[in-house]
């Protein structure tokens, strides 16, 4: 049996590695860091979710996730829970 070469871009993904998709999620009311802080545990509270940070600033958090064991309704879901609405996401990149 031959060995995949770990640099080819076609090679399929070990199904014991992670699958990490970033997200930007608008929240309103995101304005201080007693609400980022309340945002970012429920979010890294989910299986999957590897980071969670909050930009005041711009009024969003950026989740890095893992897409084979959340989906970004259960991102909205965990934001819903700490009585904050997430808006149109702002950007996935």
Known sequence: MSQQDPADP???IPTDQPVLENAIIAVEGLDDQHRAAQ???ALRDL???ESAVADLDRAE???TFD???VHAPSLHDAILGTGYHPTAQADNS
């Open 10 to 12: 076609h090679a399929p």
């Open 39 to 41: 945002i970012e545990a």
């Open 47 to 49: 299986d999957g979710v």
């Open 61 to 63: 958090v950026r989740v």
């Open 67 to 69: 897409a084979r064991k």
